[in-house]
C-alpha cells in the first residue's frame, strides 16, 4: 500500500481489517511514536474491533487469550525482541506501517517479519523506495516471498541495468510485474486543488564563535590525517557530522554550560521566525537531527518566547509520554505552540496537523514532505561562513472570488509535497502518475 504520505493509508488499512472477522487475530507493526496513534484510529473507525498493545511493560501476548478479529499492536523493536513469540501466531492480518523500516533484507526486523505466520501482508509505505531499487526487493520479498526470485538475481535482472544504464526496458519489465500486488495514489489524483506549501531556505551567517570553531575542526582532522581505505571513510563521516554540529551551535561540539543567545546564527534566526509564528497565534514544528541540539532549542525558545518549557518529542521518552505531547500539542490550546521533534522519533507517520509552520535546522537532512503532517527535513551548511535552515508554511488558499482564505478547524490545513523531477527509468512511476 504506497499511497502518498497523508492519503490515508491507515484509515484503508483499519478498513481492511475490520471487514475480516475470522478466527484468527490481526498484528499491527509501526514505530514507537505511532503506537498510540494507531490505538486512537482503531476506536474512532473501528470501535468494535478490540485491541491489544504489545509494547513496553505492556506485554500480555503470551498470557492473554487473543479474539478473532482483535488487533494487536506492537513496534519493529518488540517484533526483533519477541520474534519468536509473534511467529508463533498465526495472524489473519499483519499489518507492517512505514514499512521502510524493512528495506534492509538483512535487519533482524527483516528477518523477523519474513517469518511472520499470516494469510495476508501488507506493507504499507509511502516512499517504497527510498535510496535503492533493492529496496523495493525487500519488501516484496516480506510480502510477497519469491515474486521477484532472489537478491541476486533481482540485483543482476533490475537493480544494475535500471540504477547504473538507466534501461527503461528493465523498468518496464519491474512494473508490469510489481503492478498487481501495489496499490498506490498520489495527491496529484486525489486532491488536485490543494494549494503548494510555500518552501524557502534562509541562509545564516555563521558567527565568529562558530566559524572560528569550524576552521578548528577541519584543521584537526588533516593534521591528524584522515588515512586510507575504511578508516579514512569514517574518519571523513565523523568531520562532517562534527562540521554539522559547529555549524548548529557551539555548544552542540563543546557543553561550556553558557548562554545560548548570539552563538549560532542559525539558532538565533529561528528563535526570531518562531516568534514570528507565535504573535500570529498559529503552532510550529522544528525538526532536528540531534537529541543534545533539540535540548538546546527547546531551552533557548523557552528564553526567548517567554515559554514555560519547550516540549521535546524524542526518542527517550516513552510511548505514553510521546501520545501526552501529541495530544496537547494537537487539542490543548493553552500547550506550547512550538514543538521540537527528532527526525529518528518522529520524522514520518505522525499526524501533527495542527502545525501550521514547519522548520528544519539539521544540515544534511533527509528532504520528506506530506500532507498530514507537513514535513520537510533538509537543510545544508553552504561554507564556513553560512549555514542554512530550511522553512515551510502552508500557502493560502483561495476562495472562488480569488480571496485568501483560512481553512476552519472542520478543514484541517494540507500540504502538497515538492514532487522530485520524474525518472524514465523509475519502476514506481508507472504504476500511477506524479511517482515523487
Not at 70 to 93: E, N
Not at 252 to 262: E, F, I, N
Not at 399 to 405: K, N
Amino acid at each position: 500500500l504506497a499511497d502518498d504520505m497523508g492519503l490515508g493509508k491507515t484509515v484503508e488499512a483499519i478498513c481492511l481489517l475490520a471487514g475480516r472477522c475470522g478466527d484468527r487475530p490481526h498484528l499491527v507493526v509501526c514505530p514507537t511514536s505511532l503506537l498510540g496513534n494507531w490505538a486512537r484510529e482503531l476506536a474512532r473507525f473501528a470501535p468494535e474491533v478490540p485491541v491489544l498493545p504489545h509494547h513496553g511493560t505492556d506485554r500480555g501476548l503470551g498470557s492473554a487469550s487473543l479474539p478473532g478479529g482483535g488487533v494487536v499492536i506492537t513496534s519493529y523493536s518488540h517484533l526483533r525482541q519477541d520474534a519468536a513469540l509473534l511467529q508463533a501466531v498465526d495472524w489473519d492480518v499483519v499489518i507492517l506501517d512505514e514499512a521502510q523500516q524493512i528495506k534492509n533484507p538483512q535487519a533482524l526486523a527483516t528477518r523477523a517479519a519474513a517469518g511472520l505466520n499470516a494469510l495476508v501482508r501488507v506493507a504499507m509505505t509511502g516512499t517504497p523506495v527510498e535510496n535503492r531499487l533493492e529496496d523495493l526487493w525487500s519488501l516484496m520479498d516480506v510480502t510477497n516471498p519469491g515474486l521477484l526470485g532472489n537478491r541476486a538475481r533481482f540485483r543482476r535482472r533490475f537493480a544494475v541495468p535500471i540504477e547504473e544504464h538507466r534501461s527503461e526496458p528493465a523498468a518496464r519489465t519491474l512494473s508490469r510485474v510489481i503492478q498487481p500486488h501495489l496499490l498506490r495514489r498520489t495527491k496529484r489524483e486525489v486532491a488536485p486543488d490543494l494549494p503548494p506549501k510555500l518552501e524557502s531556505t534562509v541562509i545564516c551567517t555563521l558567527t565568529r564563535e562558530q566559524a572560528d570553531l569550524y576552521r578548528r575542526c577541519l584543521r584537526d582532522a588533516f593534521d591528524s590525517g584522515l588515512g586510507t581505505g575504511i578508516t579514512r571513510r569514517g574518519r571523513v563521516l565523523a568531520l562532517i557530522t562534527r562540521l554539522k554540529q559547529a555549524c548548529n551551535h557551539p555548544e552542540q561540539v563543546a557543553a561550556t554550560g553558557g548562554p545560548l543567545g548570539g552563538r549560532s546564527g542559525k539558532l538565533d534566526r529561528t528563535a526570531e521566525m518562531l516568534a514570528e509564528v507565535v504573535m500570529e497565534g498559529e503552532r510550529a514544528l522544528v525538526f532536528t537531527q540531534y537529541r543534545v541540539m533539540g535540548n538546546l532549542l527547546c531551552r533557548h525558545l523557552a528564553d526567548a518566547l517567554g515559554l514555560r518549557s519547550g516540549p521535546f518529542l524524542h526518542g527517550g521518552l516513552s510511548p505514553p509520554a510521546r501520545d501526552a505531547l501529541v495530544q496537547a500539542f494537537q487539542g490543548d490550546e493553552a500547550a506550547c505552540p512550538v514543538l521540537v521533534v527528532s527526525l529518528r522519533a518522529a520524522g514520518f507517520g505522525l499526524n501533527l496537523t495542527r502545525a501550521t509552520h514547519v522548520s528544519t535546522t539539521t544540515a544534511g537532512g533527509t528532504r520528506r514532505s506530506r500532507t498530514r503532517p507537513a514535513t520537510a527535513p533538509t537543510a545544508s551548511a553552504r561554507s564556513a561562513r553560512s549555514t542554512s535552515t530550511r522553512w515551510s508554511r502552508a500557502a493560502p488558499w483561495r476562495s472562488a472570488s480569488g480571496e485568501s482564505t483560512r481553512p476552519s478547524a472542520a478543514s484541517p490545513r494540507r500540504w502538497s509535497a515538492s514532487p522530485r523531477p520524474s525518472s524514465p527509468c523509475c519502476p514506481i512511476a508507472s504504476c500511477g502518475p506524479g511517482w515523487s
